[in-house]
């Protein structure tokens, strides 16, 4: 991709998204160093990152919120005036006014989204693997240099992710439907919780946990990321509220509700994969474990002994259960060798399932 191979990157912000990309570019060899506003967390970034002091980096990426752009892209922009610039913000219209307040910058910026992210923030939650098989917009205009643009796919192709070509227009009105508006039903869902009985909480199951995964994001960056799209967002929650209401309508009349429930059913088919991303197929392993210390790290151990991967888990156990399931994914050849490696050696292993 580009003429020249990237090697030094400037990444200014020390959060997920920032120290996410350093790291996997670091596992590429790219020489990368971490600012940071907050001395800790670059503190941080730098050491999870390995970073070191770079002059006239090749590539500048922004991973700050988008409303802190204006303190930083002049400065970067007077000391680098030969490098090219991206940002990785959730709402692109707003950065490109952001650029055009300053002359010449616009041939050398990219407007960038990457599909990716965790409920957890900071640095202390960054994986190099972050953006493996994941969209990742890019938002180039007739004022975008094709070196410039060149580079930034390079990068984008470096992490694993896949480009996405789109308008700033377009990327913010897709943004909206399919991150900005989960995030705040899930909010609101998880929000009704409130006053529950200790012991009903004690029935939730993986839907509930499931669906308000994302509620447990950090308050702070996504109150700037729906007020910067909030025209975009209203419209969405409008139709919300009109389904809502016609929900409430339809309550004593069992037909009225199953054709809101499949109509939900036929959206939930639209998803290709989690966040526009390549669906992985994991194979699933239940294993009975009794309620006891050691348990989980042994069975981690007997992992490593046969050198299989655990890509995910879950934990089923209820308060005074003496045993509880755990339920490992894995590719489905891993799935297997553990399964009978397991089974040989006493541990109480049921059926795999796809």
Same mark, same amino acid.
């Given at each position: ?79 680098n005036?030969?490098?090219?610039f ?9 950065v ?14 990219? $407007?960038? /989204? ?31 240099d ?20 789109? @308008?700033?227009?377009?990327?913010? @009105? ?7 508006? $989960? ?44 007020y ?73 151990n ?24 755990i ?13 009978? /490696?397991? @089974? @040989?050696?006493?541990?109480?292993? /049921? $059926?795999?399932?796809?």
């Amino acid at each position: 991709m580009g003429s020249h191979p990237l090697t030094k990157v400037r990444v200014i912000g020390s959060g997920l998204i920032g120290t996410s990309i350093a790291l996997g570019l670091v596992q590429k060899g790219v020489m990368v160093q971490m600012v940071d506003a907050d001395l800790n967390a670059q503190a941080l970034a730098t050491d999870l990152v390995g970073g070191v002091e770079i002059i006239e980096p090749e590539l500048v990426i922004f991973a700050l919120p988008t409303p802190l752009l204006p303190l930083v892209i002049g400065r970067e922009f007077e000391l680098n005036p030969n490098s090219t610039f991206m940002d990785v913000g959730s709402v692109k219209a707003e950065v490109l006014q952001h650029i055009e307040a300053i002359s010449g910058l616009a041939t050398k910026f990219l $407007p960038t /989204h990457p599909m990716a992210g965790r409920e957890l923030g900071g640095a202390r939650a960054a994986r190099a693997d972050l953006f493996q098989g994941r969209s990742w917009v890019l938002t180039p205009d007739a004022a975008t240099d094709p070196a410039a643009k060149s580079l930034v796919l390079q990068l984008i192709s470096m992490l694993g992710a896949v480009a996405i070509e789109l @308008s700033a227009a377009d990327h913010d @009105s897709a943004v909206a439907r399919v991150s900005h508006l $989960p995030q705040i039903v899930a909010s609101l869902m998880a929000k009704q919780l409130i006053g529950a009985a200790p012991e009903w909480m004690e029935l939730a199951g993986p839907g509930l946990r499931d669906t308000t995964r994302i509620a447990a994001s950090d308050e702070g960056l996504w109150k700037e990321i729906i007020y910067a799209n909030r025209s975009e967002i209203s419209q969405l929650l409008i139709q919300l509220e009109t389904d809502l209401k016609l929900m409430i309508q339809s309550l004593a009349e069992p037909a009225a509700i199953a054709a809101l429930l499949a109509a939900g059913r036929t959206g939930r088919a639209l998803i290709p994969g989690k966040h526009g991303g390549v669906a992985r197929e994991y194979t699933y392993l239940p294993i009975v474990i009794d309620d006891k210390p050691g348990q989980l790290a042994a069975i981690f151990n007997e992992c490593a002994v046969m050198n299989v991967n655990v890509e995910d888990l879950s934990i089923e156990h209820s308060p005074g259960q003496l045993s509880a399931l755990i339920t490992l994914a894995l590719s489905e050849g891993d799935a297997g060798k553990l399964a009978d /490696h397991l @089974s @040989s050696i006493g541990w109480n292993v /049921h $059926p795999i399932r796809n």
